[in-house]
């Protein structure tokens, strides 16, 4: 059974570059890593979504090793209303196509 | 404008009283969610369906009911409501296991 974890929360300051990494053990070799935002009361937000190597859109980039035993999902130049909390996720195709979230990392941005 | 609605967005019920929150789709999705997140345990899937008539547990299905008669409509039931479902319920859709989820705004359940 597949398994996600990140850290429970970081800081960080206006303008800085910020990572965040997931581990995710015995991920099948056909799922895609997904990264999502969520802001108090709201649903979660669609980020990004990867595979392998790198990839990168007009909010985040996300890079995955060769291994895919981690994701890292970056954020260029965070602002005060990056503040938030990110949830990576995965597929279990193993097991009837759950869905493996992590526990969300809660990310404080400071002035 | 393409989203996912649920309503109600508040709850509050006793003890016992059958209730159903609503999620309806207008993108055509095939796969349909529910979650609960209560503060501290993120979020933890309830029941998920992958098109019409099909359904299957999440990691917390115990005291809720899924139905999927149509393919925009994914209702959770809750057939006797106990207080430990107090929490915040999201309906989530994509176009297929794996793809993006498109999330509703959510529905906050209060049971006393």
């Known amino acids: 059974l597949a398994k996600t974890t990140q850290p429970i929360s970081m800081d960080s300051y206006e303008g800085q570059e910020v990572n965040i990494t997931c581990s995710h053990n015995?991920?099948?070799?056909?799922?895609?890593i997904t990264w999502y935002q969520q802001f108090p009361s709201q649903g979660p937000r669609f980020i990004i979504q990867?595979?392998?190597?790198?990839v990168t859109n007009e909010v985040a980039s996300l890079f995955i090793p060769a291994d895919r035993k981690s994701s890292t999902l970056s954020l260029p130049r965070v602002s005060l209303s990056d503040t938030a909390v990110y949830y990576c996720?995965?597929?279990?195709?193993?097991?009837?196509?759950?869905?493996?979230w992590g526990a969300g990392t809660k990310l404080i941005i400071k002035p | 404008e393409a989203q996912v609605t649920q309503n109600p967005r508040y709850l509050i019920t006793v003890t016992g009283k059958k209730l159903t929150v609503t999620c309806s789709q207008n993108m055509n999705h095939e796969y349909m969610s529910w979650y609960r997140q209560d503060p501290g345990l993120g979020l933890r899937q309830i029941y998920y369906?992958?098109?019409?008539?099909?359904?299957d547990k999440g990691d917390v299905p115990e005291g809720y009911k899924v139905s999927r008669k149509e393919k925009r409509n994914f209702p959770l039931i809750l057939e006797s409501p106990s207080p430990n479902q107090t929490s915040l319920y999201f309906c989530?859709?994509?176009?297929?296991?794996?793809?993006?989820?498109?999330f509703g705004n959510g529905t906050r359940l209060t049971v006393t």
């Open positions: 015995n991920i099948a070799t056909n799922d895609y």
């Open positions: 990867g595979y392998k190597t790198k």
């Open positions: 369906s992958m098109n019409v008539e099909v359904t």
């Open positions: 989530a859709s994509s176009s297929g296991v794996g793809s993006p989820l498109h």
């Open positions: 996720l995965v597929v279990d195709w193993g097991s009837n196509y759950q869905l493996i």
